[in-house]
């Protein structure tokens, strides 16, 4: 790669790929893959991953949005999308994309079902989704059964499938309740079956539970964060790799005097002469005000550089006293050097975070396998 001479996040298809190869490699033959590319394929790029999960055999796409579904329907991708969270405006866009719809309660299932038979559609493919304990979406083992007798009485939706998500799957102190959660998402989906007369696929296992509830895995896996490089597990994320890098450059150096100080508020003080770097880059971008403070850093020329004062909008500054470096060189932000969860923790947060949160101002650079 050249150097950057700008702020990019750099998609490393490559990883994704190693990625989708090791998780897949986890799971069994028979056992379907699910890839869920919310959020921009969680802040990456959702076209570009979904075309590449695609080519590599991804036998189900899942997006949190309607709108997320119809952007990747326009850029040509013919893969079965899920819409976990879908809201009543969005039926009829559902519907004309071919999306699949989470049909999460009675309200949200019943709306569907009238305007499927309003548009004459047969066995349109739903998906029916199951509160075991996260207490976020989804029918009951209590209420259930009121949808299941709505089912039973049209033919306009068929349910492709019956899913669940665990609270917790990547904490070892909650395995108890995940193994409930797991046993009573069984339960229900068995006695769904014996009623509806046909066979739904059936999931509950995210990234981390792939790792650690194997025997879990049922029809099919949902993967999103793995896609990406992370497991919530040190030593699963050893074999994985990140996808995205996030990369700047020196705008500018200045020569503090001691007593000088730095940015808004004068956050940052120098007891000593300081060369400070500015980067093209900030809260706006998804660098947040946490990471300041000399709490993060990032790399130049392979030494880390910490971000002092305060985060402002566009713009962070770096301590680069100790560092060989001149303007127009290139910085790493995370990925290469820097692990993104080390980053994500030094701000107070998680990958998830950090990587969903690098705003769509920031230029994306495919970088082919
Ligand atoms: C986001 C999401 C996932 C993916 O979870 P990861 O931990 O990123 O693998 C799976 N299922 C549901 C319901 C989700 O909302």
């Known amino acids: 790669m050249p150097k950057a001479q700008e702020t990019l996040l750099e998609i490393d298809l490559g990883a994704l790929a190693h990625n989708y190869k090791t998780i897949r490699s986890r799971i069994g033959a028979d056992v379907k893959f699910m890839a869920v590319i919310k959020a921009y ?19 189900y796409f899942a997006v949190a949005y309607t709108e997320e579904g119809v ?35 009675d309200r949200i299932l019943k709306e569907f079902i009238n305007l499927a038979e309003e548009k004459k559609q047969k066995d349109y493919p739903v998906h029916l989704k199951f509160n075991t304990g996260m207490n976020r979406l ?10 299941v007798e709505r ?10 499938s019956a899913f669940s998500h665990l609270a917790a799957s990547e904490d070892w102190k909650e395995r108890e309740f995940s193994l409930r959660q797991i046993n009573t998402f069984r339960n229900i989906a068995y006695s769904l079956a014996e009623k509806l007369e046909y066979e739904p696929l ?30 919530n597990d040190e030593n699963i994320d050893k074999d994985l790799k990140p996808v995205g890098t996030l990369k700047s450059v020196i705008s500018q150096i200045q020569e503090l005097k001691e007593g000088d100080t730095v940015g808004y508020n004068r956050e940052f003080k120098a007891v000593q002469p300081t060369r400070s770097a ?34 402002c909008m ?28 080390k980053f994500a923790e030094a701000g107070g947060t998680i990958s998830y975070e950090l990587i969903t949160g690098i705003s769509q101002r920031v230029k994306r650079v495919i970088i082919p396998e």
């Not at 893969?79 to 999460?104: A, D, K, M, V």
């Not at 989804?138 to 949808?147: C, L, M, P």
């Not at 009485?153 to 349910?159: C, I, L, P």
């Open 41 to 59: 394929a969680y802040g990456n790029d959702s076209v570009a991953i979904a075309k590449k999960l695609e080519e590599l055999g991804a036998d």
């Open 71 to 105: 952007r990747l329907r326009e850029a040509g991708i013919t893969t079965p999308i899920l819409i976990l969270h879908p809201q009543i405006p969005g039926f009829e866009r559902i519907i004309e994309h071919c999306l699949e719809p989470s049909l999460y309660s």
């Open 138 to 147: 989804g029918f009951t083992e209590e209420n259930y059964k009121a949808a």
């Open 151 to 160: 089912l039973s009485n049209t033919n306009s939706v068929k349910v492709a």
């Open 202 to 231: 059936l999931h509950i296992c995210n990234t981390s539970a792939i790792f650690n509830y194997p025997e879990a895995a049922f029809n099919m896996v949902r993967t999103g964060i793995g896609l990406y490089g992370f497991s």
């Open 278 to 311: 500015t980067l093209p880059l900030g809260h706006a971008d998804g660098i947040d005000r946490k990471y300041g403070k000399s709490n993060a850093g990032v790399f130049v020329n392979g030494q880390y550089a910490p971000i002092i004062g305060n985060v």
């Open 314 to 341: 566009d713009i962070i500054m770096i301590d680069v006293t100790d560092i060989d470096c001149e303007e127009g060189d290139e910085v790493i932000i995370f990925g290469g050097p820097q692990h993104p969860v």
